[in-house]
Nanobody
C-alpha cells in the first residue's frame, strides 16, 4: 500500500504562484509514474502533469508553459510548481501514484487551490 498526502494549496491572486507537494509513504519502492490531476466543481477530473520514474514529463494543454512537475525519489515526493495562475486553475488538486509492477493506482486526499482577486 502507498499513502499520499498533498500540501501547499491555498488562495492566490491571478498571476501568482503556488507550489504543491505530494509526500508518499508505505510501499514506496513500488511507485512508478506519478501524476497530478485537478477537478473543478461541475467538471470532470483533468490531467495536469505526469512524471515517470526516469523524469520524463508531460502536461495538459491548459497548463503547458506555466506549470512544472518534478520528483525527488530520495525524499519520495512529487511537486507541482504553478506560475501565472489564472482563475480557471481553481480546483482541488490530487496526486496519484501508479504501481510500477501492479499498475495499481493510489490517490491522495486532494488540496484546494483557489485563484481569485
Amino acid at each position: 500500500q502507498v499513502q499520499l498526502v498533498e500540501s501547499g494549496g491555498g488562495l492566490v491572486q491571478p498571476g501568482g504562484s503556488l507550489r504543491l507537494s505530494c509526500a508518499a509513504s508505505g510501499s514506496i519502492f513500488s511507485i512508478g509514474t506519478m501524476v497530478w490531476y485537478r477537478q473543478a466543481p461541475g467538471n470532470q477530473r483533468e490531467l495536469v502533469a505526469i512524471i515517470t520514474t526516469s523524469g520524463s514529463t508531460n502536461y495538459g494543454d491548459s497548463v503547458k508553459g506555466r506549470f512544472t512537475i518534478s520528483r525527488d525519489n530520495a525524499k519520495n515526493t512529487v511537486s507541482l510548481q504553478m506560475n501565472s495562475l489564472k482563475p480557471e486553475d481553481t480546483a482541488i488538486y490530487y496526486c496519484k501514484a501508479v504501481g510500477i509492477i501492479s499498475g495499481a493506482a493510489y490517490w491522495g486526499q486532494g488540496t484546494q487551490v483557489t485563484v481569485s482577486s
